[in-house]
Each structure stands twice: as C-alpha cells, then as structure tokens.
C-alpha cells in the first residue's frame, strides 16, 4: 500500500500518515493508536525468512522533526552495540541523514520510507552482527547549534527559537511517555509467553 499526497509539495496530515503505516503491507499486523497532533503504531518485523523478529514502535509528533523509531526488546546487549543508533539505552534507529539525499519528510509516505527503512537497518543488522562490518552505509548529522550561535540571533528569531525549542521538548516528552508505555507493554506480553 502507498499513499502519496496530492501534490508532491502538500504535507500529509496525521490522519494520512498514520494510514500510510497501518495499511503498510510490511507493518499493517500491528497496532496503535491516532491523536490530534501524533501517533504510535506497533509492528513486528522480519527482514528475512531465516531473521529473527522484531517488535518495532514508530512513534510521530507533528512538532518533532521526524518519526522516532525503536526496538522494544528486553534484551539490548547485542542491539546496543549497533552502529547507528540515537539512543543505545532505547534502541532509537538511525534510518536516514536529515539533510542528506535519503531523507524523510512530512510529503512521504511512511511506508515507502520508514518502514522499509526500518527493515533495511533490521538486514543490515543481522549482517553486522556476523561480520562486525557496518555494510549498511550512512552517516550521523553534526552536534546541535550551541549557545554561542544562539546569542548571534536577532530578537524577534531567538523569540521563534524558543517557541519552536519548547514544542520540541514537548513532542519528546510524549514520544518518551508512548515509548515507556509500549516497553512496559512488550515487558508484560513477555513475560506470559
């Protein structure tokens, strides 16, 4: 399934991007749940027959600047020590270099993105993990602008600095509340079987 916008310069809504994913003939199997401003949706992963599968949460809010992707496992040892990870405690997924050539926007379907970036990473993976050689390519953006540029900034954009850098921490705030809920989640149903 691949739902494009109506033009190649509209954003898709949530509505559009949520849809993108949970019809995703690579993710549709799971499950989540559509807001106003977000979503998360939660799907098991194979990237090849002889793979193992993965739980996967791809969680979005509309004042973040992309979809953040994790593994839920209760067993990060190995995972941890992958190339290309934001975050090793949470198994965050590198998928693609913001201001590179591969990149996501609001205009993409999750589903020609996202996922099938996410399953990439999951092959190259499990390549990695036999040959301890990233073959999956890529790069990790620059550090952040510091406190230094941020005083070169007129007024009236320090104003618009702060305002956007306040959406920001409020988008992760939530995207971190839905990733303890969902590992809590996985947690559980692991612990039954």
Same mark, same amino acid.
């Given at each position: 399934?691949?739902?494009?916008?109506?033009?190649?310069?509209?954003?898709?809504?949530?509505?559009?991007?949520?849809?993108?994913?949970?019809?995703?003939?690579?993710?549709?199997?799971?499950?989540?749940?559509?807001?106003?401003?977000?979503?998360?949706?939660?799907?098991?992963?194979?990237?090849?027959?002889?793979?193992?599968?993965?739980?996967?949460?791809?969680?979005?809010?509309?004042?973040?600047?992309?979809?953040?992707?994790?593994?839920?496992?209760?067993?990060?040892?190995?995972?941890?020590?992958?190339?290309?990870?934001?975050?090793? &405690? /949470?198994?965050?997924?590198? $998928?693609?270099?913001?201001?590179?050539? #591969? !990149?996501?926007? +609001?205009?993409?379907?999750?589903? =020609?993105?996202?996922?099938?970036?996410?399953?990439?990473?999951?092959?190259?993976?499990?390549?990695?993990?036999?040959?301890?050689?990233?073959?999956?390519?890529?790069?990790?953006?620059?550090?952040?602008?510091?406190?230094?540029? &941020? /005083?070169?900034?007129?007024? $009236?954009?320090?104003?618009?600095?702060? #305002? !956007?850098?306040? +959406?920001?921490?409020?988008?992760? =705030?939530?995207?971190?509340?839905?990733?303890?809920?969902?590992?809590?989640?996985?947690?559980?149903?692991?612990?039954?079987?």
């Amino acid at each position: 399934m691949s739902i494009k916008s109506v033009s190649k310069y509209q954003n898709l809504s949530i509505v559009e991007m949520y849809n993108s994913i949970s019809m995703c003939h690579l993710s549709k199997h799971g499950y989540g749940h559509l807001g106003k401003n977000s979503f998360y949706w939660v799907y098991d992963a194979q990237p090849s027959a002889l793979s193992d599968v993965y739980r996967i949460l791809v969680i979005y809010h509309k004042d973040y600047y992309s979809p953040a992707v994790y593994i839920l496992s209760d067993d990060i040892s190995q995972l941890s020590k992958a190339p290309h990870l934001y975050d090793r &405690e /949470k198994i965050k997924l590198c $998928l693609y270099y913001p201001t590179g050539n #591969k !990149k996501w926007t +609001r205009r993409d379907s999750l589903c =020609n993105t996202i996922v099938a970036w996410t399953y990439l990473w999951l092959y190259f993976y499990e390549e990695w993990l036999y040959s301890k050689e990233w073959k999956g390519g890529g790069i990790h953006p620059p550090p952040k602008v510091d406190e230094v540029e &941020e /005083k070169k900034l007129s007024p $009236l954009k320090k104003i618009r600095a702060q #305002k !956007k850098k306040k +959406r920001n921490t409020n988008a992760l =705030n939530y995207i971190n509340r839905i990733y303890k809920k969902s590992m809590l989640e996985y947690l559980k149903t692991k612990d039954k079987s």
